[in-house]
């Protein structure tokens, strides 16, 4: 690596030259910078916003999953049917889901040998079970925070090799050439020296840009992301990055004070759920008004439990995805708040004493209680038989839930599409290399566990693409300049702007709030085309003004001003990409419902707003890719990629091997 100072306009700007940049500190970002050194390719760095930020290391779930291939007892299992698996979700290519599979046994042993703490039987097989959209038994955990312990895991073999890491720099231009046609750097916000204007800015000269900057957290406002993800997707929309599934995401039910899913036993012990006004007054247990008996409404509160994600398949005649719609008609169409109470039982369906009548119950709903000893008492009792931990968890954030109610909504938790990428996860901008969640690689549906495997997977095989076909030095500073000045010059020039009118009031936050609320109502899991263009043009008109309107008082709100700025194209361009799909004839699928004059309502006293039509979606075998071109987008809609079937002959893919015609 070596170190120059530059000028841009009256600034110096320190620049680093170097091989590749890693873009991010969640688990694909640090499993990016590893693979890398251990192929060979050490004159890397790692640039981060924070390094203890990102969803890997701040997240987690009752039983956080990691998706990977069979590897115990006799059940039959092979890349292929795992890929198969990956495919059938839906709108993901067959090259992406075999490689997925391909590479999931080697990530995961990889995993295992820094020692993430996967539990295996006493011969060493790493047994399995089942996750949602699985056919077999594949999924395994480490406990409630598996990412958390990939993420540290993959830090501490980082810090070994003194790989080098900048801290507290926030990317805020991906750096192309002048032809849009390959990445050659990156610009940053030095946020650990935002008061020194010759230190506030940092350039990275480099041949590769492995982009490993996660989901695009920031947009949402009703969110079980971690407050610290934010997000880069706009910025690298903005270099010319294609877009890929972007319509796709996962939505569900969690606690927002400290955000948490509520799958699980959570919602198998059957909570009460009631809503009050803005003040915690006027309490209603909301869900009974629509059910039409008290057993029904308590299996679909089970059904939850396992059937975590929202997904319009399964609305219709009281499954458990009614739940959702019913809690985003209290919160988001009545203005509502909307608690669990573990504390009682439903009324519905208890005497006066407030003891639950189980006979009541559907036949799985009862066995599962029966089988786990728990057909007694109230929520808590049974939460604390089955899962003392998961009421440990929130008395250690604070949240007594043996004594008070706990706050939740329908929120954004994960985005299956991203930034398209090849199957050596290398963008439509070449040298640049969208891994982790910031790639778009799954479609419709995946397997609960996958994004994990995912992450993995994509690092490896960049890493594997870069060491093999990238090798060598960056461009000469004087050429990289060069090419990447207007986009720097422009950046640089908005930075300083408002830097040098700090004002008395500051109203950042507030944009990010009315971002986030405006994706929250019309771009998660309710949706239509109105709305959907209604918020293509506010979010655009935000864009627009972003600059002309942002008042800082203090040189610190930098950072949320450009995170502001991503986050608007990002909202743009997601819009779009939903108005696009409905305009395609795009119905309710994966993990959001679309308003349709001619669909069905779930429940005849519910708003217009939920009627919609589910089915068999003609798109789901078709992709949909984007480009953003500043004042509209691109759209185009490929056939997916069946999954290959190559020449596997030893002797042949050995051949080819030796003479290094694989990676390529
Ligand atoms: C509640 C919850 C439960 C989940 N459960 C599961 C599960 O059970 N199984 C599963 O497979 N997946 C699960 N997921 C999804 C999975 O955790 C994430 O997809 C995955 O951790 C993302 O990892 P990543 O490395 O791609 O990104 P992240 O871990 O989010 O890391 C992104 C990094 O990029 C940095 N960054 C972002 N922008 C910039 C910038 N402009 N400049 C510099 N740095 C930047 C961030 O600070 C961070 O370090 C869950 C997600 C949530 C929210």
Request: glycine share 8%; charged share 25%.
């Amino acid at each position: 690596m070596q170190f120059f100072i530059t000028k841009i306009k009256d600034l110096n700007v320190e620049v680093y030259n170097l091989n590749t940049i890693v873009v991010g500190s969640g688990a694909a970002g640090f499993n990016a910078a590893d693979r890398l050194y251990n192929y060979g390719q050490k004159d890397i760095a790692i640039v981060t916003e924070g390094i203890n930020q990102g969803t890997s290391r701040n997240t987690g779930s009752d039983k956080q999953t990691y998706y990977k291939l069979t590897l115990a007892g006799e059940e039959n299992d092979s890349v292929l049917e795992m890929a198969k698996t990956f495919f059938a979700g839906g709108s993901m290519d067959g090259d992406i889901a075999l490689t997925e599979a391909a590479l999931s046994a080697q990530s995961f042993y990889h995993l295992v040998d820094i020692g993430v703490p996967f539990p295996h039987n006493r011969f060493g097989e790493y047994v399995g079970y089942k996750t949602d959209h699985d056919p077999r038994q594949r999924a395994t955990s480490a406990g409630p925070l598996t990412s958390k312990l990939m993420t540290e895991n993959l830090e501490e073999v980082v810090k070994e090799k003194n790989i080098k890491i900048f801290d507290g720099y926030q990317v805020i231009s991906v750096l192309t050439d002048e032809n849009k046609e390959k990445v050659i750097g990156i610009l940053a916000l030095n946020l650990n020296n935002l008061e020194d204007k010759n230190k506030r800015y940092t350039l990275f000269n480099c041949k590769n840009v492995i982009y490993a900057t996660g989901g695009p957290a920031g947009m949402y406002a009703t969110s079980v992301y971690p407050d610290s993800q934010t997000g880069a997707t706009g910025i690298a929309l903005e270099a010319g990055a294609m877009g890929k599934n972007l319509t796709e995401s996962q939505y569900g039910i969690a606690s927002i004070k400290f955000r948490w899913n509520l799958s699980g036993t959570y919602q198998q012990v059957l909570p009460r759920y009631v809503s009050t006004d803005q003040s915690g007054n006027d309490e209603r247990e909301f869900l009974e008004k629509y059910f039409e008996d008290p057993g029904k409404m308590l299996d679909a509160i089970f059904l939850k439990g396992y059937q975590w994600p929202f997904d319009p398949k399964k609305v219709h005649d009281y499954a458990s995805s009614i739940i959702d719609i019913l809690v985003y008609n209290e919160t988001v169409i009545k203005g509502r708040r909307v608690w669990l109470d573990f504390m009682k039982n439903p009324s519905w369906s208890s005497d006066e004493e407030g003891n639950l009548d189980f006979s009541i119950l559907g036949q799985e709903t009862y066995e599962y209680l029966d089988n786990s000893n728990s057909l007694f008492g109230m929520p808590i009792e049974r939460l604390a038989k089955m899962n003392q931990p998961a009421i440990d968890l929130y008395q250690d954030n604070g949240i007594d839930i043996t004594k008070e109610y706990l706050e939740i909504a329908v929120c954004a938790q994960h985005n299956n599409g991203g930034l398209h990428a090849n199957l050596w996860w290398e963008s439509n901008l070449k040298n640049f290399f969208p891994v982790g969640e910031v790639n778009g690689s799954h479609g419709v549906y995946r397997p609960g566990g996958s994004a994990l495997n995912s992450g993995q997977v994509g690092s490896t095989r960049a890493a594997q693409y870069i060491t093999a076909n990238y090798q060598g030095d960056p461009l000469e500073l004087e050429e990289f300049l060069d090419s990447a000045k207007a986009e720097i010059v422009k950046k640089v020039n908005l930075g300083e702007k408002l830097a040098n009118n700090l004002s008395d009031s500051s109203n950042v936050l507030e944009i990010k709030t009315k971002i986030g609320q405006r994706m929250s109502k019309i771009g998660a899991h309710i949706r239509s085309l109105k709305s959907a263009e209604r918020g293509i043009r506010d979010s655009k008109n935000d864009l627009d003004n972003l600059f002309k309107n942002s008042e800082l008082s203090s040189l610190r709100e930098l950072s949320l001003a450009f995170q502001n700025y991503d986050m608007l194209i990002t909202q743009y361009v997601y819009l779009s990409a939903i108005k696009d799909y409905i305009e395609k004839g795009g119905i309710s699928r994966g993990s959001y419902l679309i308003y349709d004059s001619d669909g069905e309502l779930p429940i005849d006293d519910l708003d217009e707003k939920f009627r919609f039509k589910a089915g068999n979606d003609q798109l789901n075998n078709k992709i949909q890719r984007v480009f953003y071109e500043g004042n509209s987008c691109e759209f185009n809609w490929d056939q997916v990629k069946e999954i290959p079937q190559d020449d596997n002959w030893f002797e042949n893919v050995w051949n080819k091997y030796m003479k290094g015609k694989i990676i390529k």
